[in-house]
């Protein structure tokens, strides 16, 4: 697959829910996975440990209200998106999430995704 065609699956898996399915799919075996700093964990390396951190993310998840996807922006082997979220976390009140995403790939793969938005503060 292209760029532009791996940009738009995923873009179609997300508005969908099915962020199990973009990972299996098109998500390569030595994937680097970045958040911002001042999130839970800053670097995830590997198709298992970045399958291992969506679970963790899925079971902190009260309830996705509503998600935007926007439409990518391709450029070279790389392609980015926002993303938007009214999400209630577990024993936590109802946020919005707004973050961009930025995504390499490499053979058809994405290889890199890297996070950026303002983490929620964390509690003890």
């Known amino acids: 697959m292209t760029t532009q065609e791996v940009a738009e699956q995923l873009v179609n898996y997300c508005r969908q829910g099915k962020f199990a399915e973009a990972t299996q799919e098109l998500y390569g075996q030595n994937i680097v996975s970045v958040e911002p700093d001042g ?5 995830t390396k590997g198709l298992e440990a970045v399958i291992a951190k969506q679970q963790q ?3 902190m998840v009260e309830e996705i209200h509503s998600m935007e996807v926007s439409d990518p922006i391709v450029a070279d082997k790389f392609f980015s998106c926002t993303m938007k979220m ?3 976390f577990k024993g936590a009140p109802r946020i919005n999430m707004d973050e961009v995403c930025l995504y390499a790939v490499e053979d058809g793969k994405i290889v890199r995704e890297e996070f950026f938005f303002t983490p929620m503060p964390q509690h003890a």
Do not use: Q, R, S, Y
Not at 39 to 43: I, L, R
């Open 39 to 43: 999130a839970p964990v800053k670097e």
């Open 57 to 59: 993310f899925n079971e």
């Open 86 to 88: 009214d999400v209630t």
